[in-house]
Protein backbone atom coordinates (compact mmCIF):
# COMPACT_ATOMS: atom_id res chain seq x y z
CA UNK A 1 0.00 0.00 0.00
CA UNK A 2 1.61 3.24 -1.15
CA UNK A 3 1.06 6.48 0.58
CA UNK A 4 -1.50 7.59 -1.92
CA UNK A 5 -4.03 4.90 -1.20
CA UNK A 6 -3.62 4.61 2.48
CA UNK A 7 -4.55 9.02 2.13
CA UNK A 8 -7.25 7.60 0.24
CA UNK A 9 -8.45 5.21 2.41
CA UNK A 10 -8.09 7.06 5.29
CA UNK A 11 -5.58 5.53 7.53
CA UNK A 12 -2.95 7.58 8.54
CA UNK A 13 -3.62 10.51 6.53
CA UNK A 14 -3.26 12.90 9.15
CA UNK A 15 -0.37 13.24 10.98
CA UNK A 16 -0.02 12.72 14.34
CA UNK A 17 1.32 15.60 16.84
CA UNK A 18 5.17 14.31 18.33
CA UNK A 19 5.39 14.89 21.67
CA UNK A 20 8.78 16.01 22.41
CA UNK A 21 10.22 17.67 25.74
CA UNK A 22 10.72 21.57 25.16
CA UNK A 23 13.46 22.98 27.10
CA UNK A 24 10.92 24.56 29.26
CA UNK A 25 9.58 21.56 30.54
CA UNK A 26 12.44 19.76 31.15
CA UNK A 27 13.80 22.66 33.30
CA UNK A 28 10.59 23.21 35.12
CA UNK A 29 10.56 18.51 35.63
CA UNK A 30 14.36 19.23 37.06
CA UNK A 31 13.33 22.23 39.07
CA UNK A 32 10.35 20.89 40.40
CA UNK A 33 12.73 17.26 41.50
CA UNK A 34 15.25 19.62 42.92
CA UNK A 35 12.33 21.41 45.22
CA UNK A 36 11.04 18.09 46.33
CA UNK A 37 14.42 16.47 47.33
CA UNK A 38 15.31 19.99 49.11
CA UNK A 39 11.85 19.77 50.88
CA UNK A 40 12.31 15.93 51.64
CA UNK A 41 14.99 17.11 54.11
CA UNK A 42 13.27 19.16 56.62
CA UNK A 43 10.06 17.24 56.16
CA UNK A 44 11.85 13.90 57.53
CA UNK A 45 13.72 15.84 60.50
CA UNK A 46 9.90 17.53 62.12
CA UNK A 47 8.18 14.34 61.36
CA UNK A 48 11.07 12.61 63.69
CA UNK A 49 11.56 15.26 65.58
CA UNK A 50 7.76 15.58 66.22
CA UNK A 51 7.55 11.62 67.05
CA UNK A 52 10.39 12.52 70.08
CA UNK A 53 8.20 15.27 70.96
CA UNK A 54 5.31 12.55 71.49
CA UNK A 55 7.31 10.21 73.29
CA UNK A 56 8.68 13.12 75.83
CA UNK A 57 5.61 14.11 76.55
CA UNK A 58 4.26 11.05 77.81
CA UNK A 59 7.89 10.41 79.81
CA UNK A 60 6.88 13.56 81.31
CA UNK A 61 3.26 12.67 82.39
CA UNK A 62 4.76 9.16 84.09
CA UNK A 63 7.63 11.30 86.15
CA UNK A 64 4.82 13.78 86.95
CA UNK A 65 2.71 10.74 88.06
CA UNK A 66 5.63 9.30 90.29
CA UNK A 67 6.52 12.78 91.82
CA UNK A 68 2.85 12.96 92.78
CA UNK A 69 3.69 9.70 94.79
CA UNK A 70 6.86 10.62 95.95
CA UNK A 71 5.78 13.10 98.11
CA UNK A 72 2.82 11.43 99.04
CA UNK A 73 5.59 9.21 100.71
CA UNK A 74 7.07 11.85 101.91
CA UNK A 75 4.30 13.23 103.67
CA UNK A 76 3.78 9.69 104.95
CA UNK A 77 7.09 9.00 106.44
CA UNK A 78 7.02 12.59 108.13
CA UNK A 79 4.22 11.50 110.79
CA UNK A 80 5.04 9.80 113.55
CA UNK A 81 2.47 7.29 113.94
CA UNK A 82 3.37 6.19 110.58
CA UNK A 83 6.95 5.78 111.37
CA UNK A 84 5.89 3.89 115.11
CA UNK A 85 3.64 1.77 112.88
CA UNK A 86 6.62 1.01 110.86
CA UNK A 87 8.63 0.30 113.53
CA UNK A 88 6.52 -2.14 114.75
CA UNK A 89 5.49 -3.77 111.99
CA UNK A 90 8.96 -4.36 110.01
CA UNK A 91 11.43 -4.39 112.69
CA UNK A 92 9.16 -6.01 115.82
CA UNK A 93 9.76 -3.00 117.80
CA UNK A 94 7.92 -3.07 121.18
CA UNK A 95 7.17 -0.27 123.71
CA UNK A 96 8.45 -0.14 127.00
CA UNK A 97 6.55 -2.24 129.09
CA UNK A 98 5.22 -4.40 126.45
CA UNK A 99 5.87 -8.15 125.42
CA UNK A 100 6.15 -9.23 122.22
CA UNK A 101 5.25 -12.57 121.02
CA UNK A 102 6.03 -14.65 117.91
CA UNK A 103 4.67 -17.15 116.55
CA UNK A 104 6.81 -20.34 115.35
CA UNK A 105 6.64 -23.49 114.14
CA UNK A 106 3.26 -22.47 112.14
CA UNK A 107 3.50 -22.01 108.27
CA UNK A 108 3.26 -18.46 106.79
CA UNK A 109 -0.34 -18.20 104.74
CA UNK A 110 0.03 -18.63 101.23
CA UNK A 111 -1.39 -15.84 98.15
CA UNK A 112 -3.37 -17.59 95.55
CA UNK A 113 -0.24 -17.81 93.60
CA UNK A 114 1.69 -20.12 96.03
CA UNK A 115 4.21 -17.20 97.15
CA UNK A 116 4.05 -16.43 100.75
CA UNK A 117 2.21 -13.44 101.77
CA UNK A 118 3.61 -10.47 103.36
CA UNK A 119 2.96 -10.50 107.18
CA UNK A 120 3.93 -6.92 107.16
CA UNK A 121 3.04 -3.90 105.23
CA UNK A 122 4.73 -3.35 101.67
CA UNK A 123 6.78 -0.72 102.81
CA UNK A 124 9.49 -2.77 105.13
Given at each position: ???????AAGTG???RPRSRLTPG????????????FVLSVPLRSYLSQRGQLDRLQLQAHVLE??????????QQLHDPLYLQ?????????VEPG??????????APKDTRGAPAATGPADC
Open positions: MTAATARGARAVLLMVCVLVLLQQDGSLEKRVRLARECLGMEIRFSVTGKA
